[in-house]
């Protein structure tokens, strides 16, 4: 059974840092590439960057280029986001994604979330 | 970026009902696109992958079409468990993008 487990989310202050893992199980995690979506409150759902199965390829969103940071270490099985410079913008859900296959390819399970809350 | 438009934002049905919810993309996404099901404090759910693909496990009521710009998510017999939030996704270029949603509600 495929599971995504995220942790590390919490509240914090404008201008602060927090780093999100994601502990996958159930399925060969150095085959497929992975995402973090995350939602706003009462908001839709916003892709937020993606990593290929090797981690040789690496996308951002323009809201979060420059400030996050995804990565992955395929022999914990474990996928991460570094967010510096958080702003109020960034306050939501934050899902992490397995795709089905590669970078182009859906999203065919997700974690159940963790909540960023950047405010003062 | 790709921009996709779902339409409409929200609905009104009833039990038995068809009901279709569509989706455009500012250009061609070939058949990159996929649509999610998502129920209050929960994560998505991938119904639809590859425009008209149905992901393992999900009823057969749910079908996609579509292709190059346009797609629709049909659901052919509504069913009590099927009001929730629908959203597409076009996976065809990075940044990926999700439309609006489609709020289905009782009538």
């Known amino acids: 059974e495929v599971q995504l487990l995220e942790s590390g989310g919490g509240l914090v202050q404008p201008g602060g840092s927090l780093r999100l893992s994601c502990a996958a199980s159930g399925f060969t995690f150095s085959s497929h590439a992975m995402s973090w979506v995350r939602q706003a409150p009462g908001k839709g759902l916003e892709w937020v960057s993606g990593?290929?199965?090797?981690?040789?390829?690496?996308y951002y969103a323009d809201s979060v280029k420059g400030r996050f940071t995804i990565s992955r270490d395929n022999a914990k099985n474990t996928l991460y986001l570094q967010m510096n410079s958080l702003r109020g913008e960034d306050t939501a859900v934050y899902y992490c994604a397995k795709q089905k296959t590669d970078l182009y390819s859906s999203f065919d399970f997700w974690g159940q979330g963790t909540l960023v809350t950047v405010s003062s | 970026d790709i921009q996709v438009t779902q339409s409409p934002s929200s609905l009104s049905a009833s039990v038995g009902d068809r009901v279709t919810i569509t989706c455009r993309a500012s250009?061609?996404?070939?058949?990159?696109f996929n649509w999610y099901q998502q129920k209050p404090g929960k994560a998505p759910k991938l119904l639809i992958y590859a425009a008209s693909s149905l992901q393992g496990g999900v009823p057969s009521r749910f079908s996609g079409s579509g292709s190059g710009a346009d797609f629709t998510l049909t659901i052919s017999s509504l069913q009590p468990e099927d009001f929730a939030t629908y959203y597409c996704q076009q996976s065809y270029s990075n940044p990926q993008t999700f439309g609006g949603g489609t709020k289905v509600q009782i009538k």
């Open positions: 250009q061609s996404v070939v058949r990159y």
């Open positions: 990593v290929s199965d090797s981690g040789d390829y690496i």
